[in-house]
Protein backbone atom coordinates (compact mmCIF):
# COMPACT_ATOMS: atom_id res chain seq x y z
CA UNK A 1 0.00 0.00 0.00
CA UNK A 2 1.56 3.40 -0.75
CA UNK A 3 0.68 6.69 0.38
CA UNK A 4 1.85 10.34 -1.34
CA UNK A 5 3.85 11.80 1.93
CA UNK A 6 6.81 13.18 1.00
CA UNK A 7 9.05 14.86 3.48
CA UNK A 8 10.10 18.61 3.95
CA UNK A 9 12.28 20.37 1.80
CA UNK A 10 14.09 20.96 5.17
CA UNK A 11 14.86 17.62 6.15
CA UNK A 12 16.29 17.08 2.74
CA UNK A 13 18.10 19.82 3.13
CA UNK A 14 19.46 19.07 6.71
CA UNK A 15 20.75 15.75 5.45
CA UNK A 16 22.64 17.09 3.14
CA UNK A 17 24.48 19.52 5.19
CA UNK A 18 24.82 16.96 7.51
CA UNK A 19 26.57 14.66 5.33
CA UNK A 20 28.69 17.63 4.07
CA UNK A 21 29.45 18.47 7.63
CA UNK A 22 30.57 14.69 8.41
CA UNK A 23 32.98 14.64 5.58
CA UNK A 24 34.41 18.47 6.52
CA UNK A 25 35.37 17.30 10.21
CA UNK A 26 36.95 14.00 8.84
CA UNK A 27 39.02 16.13 6.83
CA UNK A 28 39.77 19.24 9.41
CA UNK A 29 40.49 15.66 11.95
CA UNK A 30 43.04 14.00 9.60
CA UNK A 31 44.60 17.09 8.55
CA UNK A 32 44.84 18.77 12.25
CA UNK A 33 46.22 14.64 13.68
CA UNK A 34 48.24 14.23 10.61
CA UNK A 35 46.36 11.18 10.21
CA UNK A 36 43.43 9.09 11.31
CA UNK A 37 43.48 9.24 15.31
CA UNK A 38 41.04 6.21 17.17
CA UNK A 39 38.58 8.76 18.07
CA UNK A 40 38.09 9.21 14.55
CA UNK A 41 36.81 5.91 13.99
CA UNK A 42 33.36 7.06 16.01
CA UNK A 43 32.31 9.32 13.38
CA UNK A 44 30.48 6.74 11.59
CA UNK A 45 28.32 6.41 14.55
CA UNK A 46 27.70 9.81 15.18
CA UNK A 47 26.20 10.55 11.85
CA UNK A 48 24.10 7.27 12.07
CA UNK A 49 22.70 8.68 14.73
CA UNK A 50 22.06 11.70 13.23
CA UNK A 51 20.36 10.51 10.29
CA UNK A 52 18.51 7.63 11.86
CA UNK A 53 17.17 8.67 15.14
CA UNK A 54 17.68 12.44 15.75
CA UNK A 55 16.36 13.75 12.50
CA UNK A 56 13.14 11.05 12.33
CA UNK A 57 12.22 12.27 16.04
CA UNK A 58 12.75 15.92 14.46
CA UNK A 59 10.45 14.66 11.21
CA UNK A 60 8.10 13.26 14.20
CA UNK A 61 7.43 16.47 16.22
CA UNK A 62 6.91 18.37 12.33
CA UNK A 63 4.39 16.09 11.14
CA UNK A 64 2.68 15.77 15.00
CA UNK A 65 2.50 19.59 15.04
CA UNK A 66 1.22 20.22 11.22
CA UNK A 67 -1.79 19.54 8.75
CA UNK A 68 -1.89 17.81 5.72
CA UNK A 69 -0.79 21.33 3.73
CA UNK A 70 2.09 21.80 6.56
CA UNK A 71 0.70 24.07 8.65
CA UNK A 72 0.45 24.83 12.51
CA UNK A 73 -2.04 22.83 14.25
CA UNK A 74 -2.78 21.15 17.75
CA UNK A 75 -5.41 19.32 16.04
CA UNK A 76 -3.70 16.08 16.28
CA UNK A 77 -3.45 15.99 19.87
CA UNK A 78 -7.18 17.13 20.05
CA UNK A 79 -7.76 13.86 18.29
CA UNK A 80 -5.52 11.57 20.70
CA UNK A 81 -7.66 13.23 23.41
CA UNK A 82 -11.09 12.72 21.50
CA UNK A 83 -10.81 10.23 18.76
CA UNK A 84 -14.19 11.19 17.26
CA UNK A 85 -12.95 15.14 17.05
CA UNK A 86 -12.28 15.06 13.21
CA UNK A 87 -15.15 13.53 12.92
CA UNK A 88 -17.15 16.31 14.85
CA UNK A 89 -15.12 18.99 13.01
CA UNK A 90 -16.62 17.80 9.65
CA UNK A 91 -20.00 16.88 10.67
CA UNK A 92 -19.81 21.01 12.36
CA UNK A 93 -19.07 22.74 9.06
CA UNK A 94 -21.59 20.71 6.72
CA UNK A 95 -24.55 20.85 9.16
CA UNK A 96 -23.89 23.25 12.38
CA UNK A 97 -23.13 22.91 15.61
CA UNK A 98 -26.34 21.39 16.97
CA UNK A 99 -25.74 18.19 14.68
CA UNK A 100 -22.07 18.39 15.79
CA UNK A 101 -22.69 18.11 19.01
CA UNK A 102 -24.73 15.17 19.49
CA UNK A 103 -21.41 13.14 18.64
CA UNK A 104 -20.17 12.28 22.00
CA UNK A 105 -16.28 12.30 22.97
CA UNK A 106 -14.49 9.21 21.69
CA UNK A 107 -11.96 7.34 24.38
CA UNK A 108 -10.67 5.16 21.67
CA UNK A 109 -6.86 6.49 21.85
CA UNK A 110 -6.98 6.90 25.34
CA UNK A 111 -8.53 3.83 26.85
CA UNK A 112 -6.07 1.68 24.29
CA UNK A 113 -2.95 3.97 26.03
CA UNK A 114 -4.11 3.18 29.77
CA UNK A 115 -4.72 -0.64 28.06
CA UNK A 116 -1.01 -0.62 27.49
CA UNK A 117 0.22 0.47 30.14
CA UNK A 118 -1.78 -1.67 32.73
CA UNK A 119 -0.60 -4.61 30.43
CA UNK A 120 3.36 -3.45 30.70
CA UNK A 121 3.07 -3.39 34.22
CA UNK A 122 2.15 -6.55 34.93
CA UNK A 123 4.70 -7.77 32.23
CA UNK A 124 7.07 -5.87 34.29
CA UNK A 125 6.00 -7.73 37.43
CA UNK A 126 5.85 -10.90 35.90
CA UNK A 127 9.35 -10.55 34.53
CA UNK A 128 10.59 -9.20 38.03
CA UNK A 129 8.71 -12.36 39.97
CA UNK A 130 9.92 -14.56 37.48
CA UNK A 131 13.68 -13.13 36.54
CA UNK A 132 15.00 -12.57 40.28
CA UNK A 133 15.52 -15.65 41.49
CA UNK A 134 16.55 -16.79 38.10
CA UNK A 135 19.51 -14.12 38.14
CA UNK A 136 20.25 -15.27 42.11
CA UNK A 137 20.18 -18.56 40.92
CA UNK A 138 22.47 -17.65 37.93
CA UNK A 139 24.88 -15.47 40.07
CA UNK A 140 25.59 -18.17 42.57
CA UNK A 141 29.16 -19.53 42.40
CA UNK A 142 28.11 -22.18 44.75
CA UNK A 143 25.68 -23.54 42.07
CA UNK A 144 27.42 -25.10 39.30
CA UNK A 145 24.33 -24.67 37.11
CA UNK A 146 24.69 -21.08 36.87
CA UNK A 147 26.70 -20.82 33.80
CA UNK A 148 24.56 -23.23 32.20
CA UNK A 149 21.38 -21.40 32.81
CA UNK A 150 22.64 -18.28 31.48
CA UNK A 151 23.57 -20.24 28.13
CA UNK A 152 19.75 -21.49 28.18
CA UNK A 153 18.58 -17.86 28.59
CA UNK A 154 21.08 -16.73 25.77
CA UNK A 155 20.19 -19.30 22.98
CA UNK A 156 16.88 -18.12 22.82
CA UNK A 157 17.56 -14.14 21.92
CA UNK A 158 19.69 -15.63 18.91
CA UNK A 159 16.85 -16.50 17.31
CA UNK A 160 14.36 -13.53 15.37
CA UNK A 161 11.75 -12.16 17.92
CA UNK A 162 9.06 -12.64 15.10
CA UNK A 163 9.75 -16.13 14.60
CA UNK A 164 9.85 -16.93 18.93
CA UNK A 165 6.34 -15.32 18.93
CA UNK A 166 5.09 -17.32 15.88
CA UNK A 167 6.34 -20.37 17.39
CA UNK A 168 4.26 -19.85 20.48
CA UNK A 169 1.37 -20.45 17.64
CA UNK A 170 2.74 -24.22 17.05
CA UNK A 171 2.00 -24.70 20.93
CA UNK A 172 -0.98 -22.76 21.75
CA UNK A 173 -3.58 -23.25 18.80
CA UNK A 174 -6.21 -25.69 18.47
CA UNK A 175 -4.28 -28.49 17.21
CA UNK A 176 -1.24 -27.31 19.04
CA UNK A 177 1.25 -29.34 20.54
CA UNK A 178 -0.70 -28.55 24.36
CA UNK A 179 -3.73 -29.17 23.13
CA UNK A 180 -2.98 -32.46 22.07
CA UNK A 181 -1.03 -33.57 24.93
CA UNK A 182 -4.59 -32.33 26.83
CA UNK A 183 -6.29 -34.21 24.46
CA UNK A 184 -4.25 -37.42 25.06
CA UNK A 185 -4.32 -37.78 28.55
CA UNK A 186 -8.50 -37.32 28.50
CA UNK A 187 -8.29 -33.48 29.71
CA UNK A 188 -9.72 -32.24 26.34
CA UNK A 189 -8.62 -29.30 23.78
CA UNK A 190 -8.89 -25.73 25.51
CA UNK A 191 -9.48 -22.43 23.53
CA UNK A 192 -5.78 -21.00 24.53
CA UNK A 193 -5.13 -18.42 21.39
CA UNK A 194 -6.57 -14.84 21.70
CA UNK A 195 -6.95 -14.39 24.62
CA UNK A 196 -5.44 -11.68 27.11
CA UNK A 197 -3.32 -13.95 29.00
CA UNK A 198 -2.10 -15.51 25.87
CA UNK A 199 -0.87 -11.94 24.76
CA UNK A 200 0.65 -11.17 28.09
CA UNK A 201 2.63 -14.73 28.16
CA UNK A 202 3.84 -14.08 24.72
CA UNK A 203 5.12 -10.57 26.15
CA UNK A 204 6.68 -12.17 29.28
CA UNK A 205 8.66 -14.64 27.33
CA UNK A 206 10.00 -12.19 25.00
CA UNK A 207 11.07 -9.68 27.34
CA UNK A 208 12.13 -11.49 30.39
CA UNK A 209 15.62 -12.21 29.29
CA UNK A 210 15.50 -8.33 29.28
CA UNK A 211 14.69 -8.21 33.25
CA UNK A 212 17.09 -11.41 33.87
CA UNK A 213 20.38 -10.03 32.71
CA UNK A 214 20.41 -6.38 34.17
CA UNK A 215 20.00 -8.40 37.11
CA UNK A 216 22.38 -11.01 37.28
CA UNK A 217 24.85 -8.17 36.54
CA UNK A 218 24.28 -6.81 39.30
CA UNK A 219 24.42 -9.54 41.36
CA UNK A 220 27.29 -11.14 40.14
CA UNK A 221 29.62 -7.57 41.18
CA UNK A 222 28.86 -7.95 44.36
CA UNK A 223 31.21 -9.13 46.81
CA UNK A 224 30.67 -12.56 48.96
CA UNK A 225 32.14 -11.52 52.08
CA UNK A 226 29.29 -8.48 52.45
CA UNK A 227 26.67 -11.75 53.08
CA UNK A 228 29.07 -13.31 55.31
CA UNK A 229 29.53 -10.62 56.76
CA UNK A 230 25.98 -9.89 57.47
CA UNK A 231 25.61 -13.75 58.80
CA UNK A 232 28.68 -12.91 60.72
CA UNK A 233 26.36 -10.30 62.73
CA UNK A 234 23.07 -12.45 62.91
CA UNK A 235 21.49 -12.55 59.63
CA UNK A 236 20.14 -15.85 57.99
CA UNK A 237 19.98 -16.31 54.99
CA UNK A 238 16.64 -14.44 54.25
CA UNK A 239 17.84 -11.50 56.36
CA UNK A 240 20.62 -11.17 54.12
CA UNK A 241 18.97 -11.62 50.95
CA UNK A 242 16.60 -8.57 52.06
CA UNK A 243 18.54 -6.35 54.15
CA UNK A 244 21.84 -6.95 51.76
CA UNK A 245 21.66 -8.71 48.65
CA UNK A 246 18.02 -6.78 47.22
CA UNK A 247 19.36 -3.18 48.23
CA UNK A 248 22.63 -3.33 46.66
CA UNK A 249 21.28 -5.15 43.52
CA UNK A 250 18.44 -2.40 42.76
CA UNK A 251 20.49 -0.64 40.03
CA UNK A 252 20.14 -3.98 38.08
CA UNK A 253 16.74 -3.89 38.72
CA UNK A 254 15.58 -0.34 37.52
CA UNK A 255 17.51 -1.11 34.87
CA UNK A 256 15.59 -4.33 33.94
CA UNK A 257 12.09 -2.80 34.76
CA UNK A 258 13.17 -0.04 32.31
CA UNK A 259 14.36 -2.64 29.52
CA UNK A 260 10.92 -4.37 30.02
CA UNK A 261 8.21 -1.55 30.41
CA UNK A 262 9.43 0.18 27.68
CA UNK A 263 9.21 -1.68 24.92
CA UNK A 264 6.22 -3.83 26.80
CA UNK A 265 3.97 -0.18 26.04
CA UNK A 266 4.82 -0.13 22.14
CA UNK A 267 5.16 -3.82 21.30
CA UNK A 268 2.66 -4.43 18.50
CA UNK A 269 3.01 -7.54 17.01
CA UNK A 270 2.67 -9.84 19.98
CA UNK A 271 -1.06 -8.87 20.17
CA UNK A 272 -1.91 -9.24 16.96
CA UNK A 273 -0.32 -12.54 16.44
CA UNK A 274 -1.26 -14.23 19.78
CA UNK A 275 -4.25 -11.64 20.28
CA UNK A 276 -6.07 -12.38 16.56
CA UNK A 277 -6.77 -8.60 16.27
CA UNK A 278 -9.19 -9.06 20.08
CA UNK A 279 -6.44 -6.95 21.87
CA UNK A 280 -5.00 -3.96 20.24
CA UNK A 281 -2.32 -2.15 22.07
CA UNK A 282 -1.03 1.36 21.93
CA UNK A 283 1.55 0.11 19.09
CA UNK A 284 -1.02 -1.25 17.25
CA UNK A 285 -2.98 1.80 16.82
CA UNK A 286 0.11 3.84 16.20
CA UNK A 287 0.95 1.12 13.26
CA UNK A 288 -2.57 1.11 12.07
CA UNK A 289 -2.81 5.04 11.94
CA UNK A 290 0.44 5.25 9.84
CA UNK A 291 0.02 2.38 7.52
CA UNK A 292 -4.20 1.70 7.62
CA UNK A 293 -5.43 4.42 7.72
CA UNK A 294 -2.74 6.61 6.02
CA UNK A 295 -2.84 9.12 9.11
CA UNK A 296 0.80 10.38 9.38
CA UNK A 297 0.45 13.67 10.71
CA UNK A 298 -2.12 11.85 13.46
CA UNK A 299 0.11 8.68 13.69
CA UNK A 300 3.13 11.34 14.93
CA UNK A 301 0.96 13.01 17.42
CA UNK A 302 0.48 9.20 19.03
CA UNK A 303 4.39 8.50 18.97
CA UNK A 304 5.25 11.89 20.28
CA UNK A 305 2.63 11.47 23.30
CA UNK A 306 3.90 8.02 23.31
CA UNK A 307 7.79 9.51 23.67
CA UNK A 308 7.13 11.88 25.95
CA UNK A 309 5.65 9.00 28.22
CA UNK A 310 8.66 6.89 27.96
CA UNK A 311 10.66 10.00 28.82
CA UNK A 312 8.68 10.53 31.69
CA UNK A 313 8.78 6.92 33.46
CA UNK A 314 13.52 7.13 32.73
CA UNK A 315 13.37 10.36 34.71
CA UNK A 316 11.60 8.64 37.24
CA UNK A 317 13.30 5.77 37.29
CA UNK A 318 16.40 7.12 37.28
CA UNK A 319 16.02 9.15 40.46
CA UNK A 320 16.28 5.33 42.03
CA UNK A 321 19.79 4.93 39.90
CA UNK A 322 21.31 8.25 39.91
CA UNK A 323 24.63 7.40 38.77
CA UNK A 324 23.64 4.49 36.18
CA UNK A 325 24.99 1.42 37.89
CA UNK A 326 22.24 -0.65 36.50
CA UNK A 327 23.40 -3.60 34.53
CA UNK A 328 23.48 -4.36 31.21
CA UNK A 329 22.69 -7.36 28.86
CA UNK A 330 26.14 -8.18 28.26
Known sequence: MRFNVSLPWWAY????VGLMLFVAMIAVSVKRNHGIRRPL?????ILWIVIFTVIPVI???YYALTDVNGKFTLDNFRSFWDSNYIMREQLRSMAGDEMANTI?????NIDTLVYSLWMAFLCTVMCLLLG????LFMADKNIKMGATVVVLFIIPMW???LLRTIAWMSLLEDNGLINNFLEWIGVGRLQLMYKQSTVLLGMVYNYLPFMVFPIYTSLSKLDPKLGEAAQDLGCNEWRTLYKVTMPLSLPGVISGITMVFMPSVTT????RVLGGGNTQMFGD???STFLTAGNWNLGSALSLVMMILILISLSILRRADPNGEGGGIA
Open 159 to 161: MNF
Open 132 to 135: YPAA
Open 41 to 45: FASPY
Open 104 to 108: ARGSV
Open 268 to 271: FFIP
Open 13 to 16: AAMG
Open 285 to 287: LIE
Open 59 to 61: LIG
